[in-house]
């Protein structure tokens, strides 16, 4: 009995060590397979995203060369210039176009070589916001000098990138040329009479009061000239306002041959025209321009072959004489043309306070025959 289980005992001894061997076995088989599926799903991801990796950097190298093209062929001009130093370091063909410069000649070049009337420490400061962090930009407009030395209007945006070594400004150039002319363009419309290109009637209310307060620095006198052409609807009717309109414009033209460079003449409407005299120290001064003023229609006007002969009847006013308020020095100088027109024995009338005491009268016999009736 005893010689007997000294044999099974050994045996059993055997057959669990065999167990647990075949576990370990299995065991490490088991995670032999799973770490070959993670070193094979590695492997896999590790290529796929190599393959990911190289589609970017070709997507992106397509993207910045798409980009590059389209900056360079962008009519704006586009300059990558040292902070420093401000000397081109980059710059694409809207700026060699714009320009007329070659690449090796921009290349040498400094961004005040390019800016009209702004040296290189202008520059710096104008760009020290960006540098200190105050501002994320700048925009400001300039001229800009082209090769041939002519210039031309530009609105200019600066903006830094401290990242790159050394900062770089990205400067983007925008040639406002036709928009400049087409604002010239409106201001003068708004400003100067289409027909003849004198001064209209908005412009000259304030220029008059600026010549009234040189007039009070020099302590000197300014007249109003307010002139109306004689028998202008007749004219009109009979040879129509084709031929009216070229009578203004050399009407206009002969008034600007009397006058001197201080004075400015403009037109109102119609047949009406107003000329400022300024500098005066006496009233017989403007007299004498007034008087080379009517001398000046005795000549006929030639007008599509037919001889037109006119005249003006003028009316006067002076500040500070008369008044301070440009208004009603225009009025005055209105009413004593109108009664220079109705005296037919004299071409022009200084206003005076008889005249307006008169005209007062005149409206008050008016007003009451009015309420007679």
């Known amino acids: 009995m005893t010689g007997t289980l000294s044999l099974i005992v050994p045996e059993m001894i055997n057959i669990f060590t065999a167990f647990l061997v ?33 589609d970017l950097e ?74 200190i962090g105050t501002r994320d930009s700048l925009t400001y407009k300039n001229l800009q000098k082209r090769r041939d030395g002519s210039t031309y209007p530009v609105e200019i945006r600066m903006q830094l990138s401290a990242q790159e070594e050394p900062p770089v400004l990205v400067v983007t150039a925008l040639d406002i040329t036709e928009r400049d002319e087409a604002e010239k363009k409106l201001i003068h419309q708004a400003n100067f009479d289409q027909l003849t290109n004198l001064p209209n009637r908005y ?89 080379k003023v009517i001398g000046s229609f005795a000549e006929p006007f030639s007008v599509d072959g037919n001889e037109i002969c006119t005249s003006a009847s003028i009316g006067i006013s002076t500040f500070p004489d008369d008044g301070n308020s440009v208004e009603l020095l225009m009025q005055y100088a209105d009413t004593a043309m109108y009664y220079a027109k109705k005296d037919s024995s004299s071409a022009y009338r200084f206003f005076s306070h008889e005249l307006r005491a008169y005209i007062d009268e005149q409206l008050a016999i008016e007003n009451r025959l009015r309420h007679a009736i």
Do not use: W
Not at 36 to 52: G, P
């Open 58 to 131: 070709e997507e992106k190298h397509q993207l910045n060369n798409r980009l590059g093209r389209i900056l360079n062929d962008s009519s704006n001009e586009l300059y990558i210039v040292n902070a420093d130093t401000l000397n081109c370091l980059q710059f694409n063909r809207g700026a060699l176009d714009n320009l007329g410069y070659s690449n090796d000649e921009l290349a040498g070049m400094t961004l005040d070589d390019i800016i009209v009337d702004l040296s290189k420490e202008e520059i710096l400061n104008l760009i020290r916001p960006l540098q």
């Open 22 to 54: 075949f576990i370990y076995l299995f065991i490490l088989i088991r995670a032999s397979t799973r770490l070959n599926e993670v070193l094979v799903s590695s492997l896999h991801l590790r290529y796929e995203n190599l393959a990911l990796v190289k």
């Open 203 to 291: 412009y000259m209310l304030s220029y008059i009061r600026s010549a009234f307060a040189r007039a009070k620095r020099q302590n000197s006198k300014v007249a109003l000239l307010f002139l109306d052409l004689n028998n202008f609807k007749d004219i009109n009717d009979t040879l129509g306002h084709g031929t009216g309109d070229e009578l203004l414009k050399m009407v206009a033209d002969r008034l600007l041959l009397m006058l001197r460079e201080t004075d400015t003449a403009a037109r109102l409407g119609d047949d009406e025209f107003l000329v400022l005299l300024e500098g005066l120290q006496r009233q017989d001064q403007a007299e004498v321009v007034v008087h």
